[in-house]
């Protein structure tokens, strides 16, 4: 694994947690993570269940005892050791978005299709597929208990840098990051509405906003919840912010529905609240992630005297993936959708097939981003999609 902080600990629980709760014809073994200082990734290893530690990720690619490669880097280093380790034979599992751009992406699509034929399997990280209630969704919507898709409007509202003296950390700089909210949280919810509706966006038209436009440099700081610089201390040097700090866009999508996204860092009083909802002509769902074990569905088909939303409660045997968890009613949490996760690829790779979200999709998803940049460059102007 490359990367030990936020997504290196989900991860590294979800790698050790895999084999223990599934039964699986392979077994992961934590062989070595990589972080670029010697004395963090030495405790990092320790805490996170690694057996080494080193400072290089060349030096993983390299390895005859390593079988996949876990990328857990901020998007600028995606590109580079993804293709290295896929043009070495290993499996890859890389976070999202997949790259900061579409030309990126694209290489690592070329990489991954060309290991293919050598039965080297890729998969990028869009983990909230794998939450039972999404999974849930999308089966509902593929059973047409939804009918025919008329509207999907999809939020992914966050707040950790409403303060101006929040620093500049790696998410706030477009070399490193490619976009802001728009690839961080936008990515998320174009990938989970293509995935539950089964269907690609084909245009969009985007408004993009920096409302705080210089901050603090980071200092060690990187990840979501720095300390702001201490307010009214002078002298603290200063960066310009160089990605959104929000988007919205609408969209058509290749069924004939409409959609509408909003993805924010501004939205004050939300942590992290993803939230989507799918009108059809015989159904509708919703799927909040702050009710993670919960879908709302909507039967249109049911007499009038009995109709309205019901909660159901996605911890049943039958519900995706929760047969191998606890008795029905015993809920789950963020981390478990990283377990399945790793479910998934392993299982894929044992058995020699193609997991999903695969490259290409991650692409198409890296497409709709573009497309919505270039939108919000042009006052919004409708941008189509390129197949
Ligand atoms: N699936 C999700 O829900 C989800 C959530 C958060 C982040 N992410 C994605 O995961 C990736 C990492 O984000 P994060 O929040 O974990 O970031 P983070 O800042 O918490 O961690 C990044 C890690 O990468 C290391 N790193 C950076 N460059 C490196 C290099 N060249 N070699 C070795 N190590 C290097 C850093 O030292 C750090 O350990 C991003 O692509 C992000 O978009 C996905």
Redesign the pocket.
């Known amino acids: 694994m490359?990367?030990?902080?936020?997504?290196?600990a989900?991860h590294s629980q979800a790698w050790r947690t895999v084999n223990r709760v599934f039964d699986l014809p392979a077994r992961a073994t934590m062989v070595a993570v990589?972080?670029?200082?010697e004395a963090?990734v030495t405790a990092a290893a320790s805490r996170l269940g690694w057996a080494e530690a080193v400072t290089d990720?060349r030096e993983l690619v390299k390895r005859d005892d390593i079988d996949v490669i876990d990328v857990?880097?901020?998007?600028d280093?995606?590109a580079e050791?993804t293709i290295a380790a896929l043009e070495a034979g290993k499996h890859v599992l890389c976070?999202?978005?997949l790259a900061n751009s579409v030309e990126e992406a694209q290489a690592m699509v070329t990489a991954a299709v060309t290991a293919r034929g050598h039965g080297v399997r890729s998969m990028c990280?869009?983990?909230?597929r794998r939450v039972p209630a999404v999974a849930l969704l999308r089966r509902l919507v593929a059973d047409g208990r939804l009918g025919v898709i008329r509207h999907v409007r999809a939020v992914y509202l966050q707040d950790w840098i409403t303060d101006p003296e929040f620093p500049l950390?790696?998410r706030l700089q477009r070399d490193r990051a490619g976009s802001g909210a728009l690839g961080?949280l936008g990515a998320?919810l174009v990938d989970l509405t293509q995935f539950v509706t089964g269907q690609l966006i084909t245009g969009v038209s985007g408004s993009t906003e920096t409302f705080i436009t210089s901050r603090p440099l980071p200092g060690e700081a990187?990840?979501?919840s720095a300390a702001p610089a201490s307010a009214g201390v002078s002298g603290v040097p200063r960066g310009a912010v160089t990605v959104d700090d929000a988007a919205v866009f609408t969209a058509r999508l290749s069924g004939g529905g409409l959609a509408t996204y909003e993805a924010t860092r501004f939205a004050t009083g939300r942590r992290n609240g993803l939230k989507v909802e799918v009108n059809g002509d015989r159904g509708a769902a919703v799927f909040d992630v702050e009710r993670l074990n919960e879908l709302e569905f909507y039967d249109a088909t049911r007499p009038a005297l009995e109709q309205g939303f019901s909660r159901i409660l996605v911890t049943e045997a039958e519900h995706p993936y929760l047969a191998a968890w606890w008795p029905p009613g015993h809920v789950i949490g963020y981390e478990h959708s990283f377990t399945h996760e790793m479910r998934d690829f392993v299982e894929a790779i044992a058995t020699g097939t193609d997991p999903s979200p695969s490259f290409e999709e991650a692409l198409r998803v890296q497409r709709v981003l573009d497309a919505v940049e270039r939108s919000a460059r042009d006052d919004a102007t409708w941008t189509g999609v390129p197949a």
């Open positions: 490359v990367g030990h902080a936020f997504m290196g989900a990589c972080g670029r200082d963090k990720w857990c880097t901020p998007g280093s995606h050791i976070e999202k978005p990280g869009f983990s909230y950390v790696w961080d998320h990187s990840g979501l």
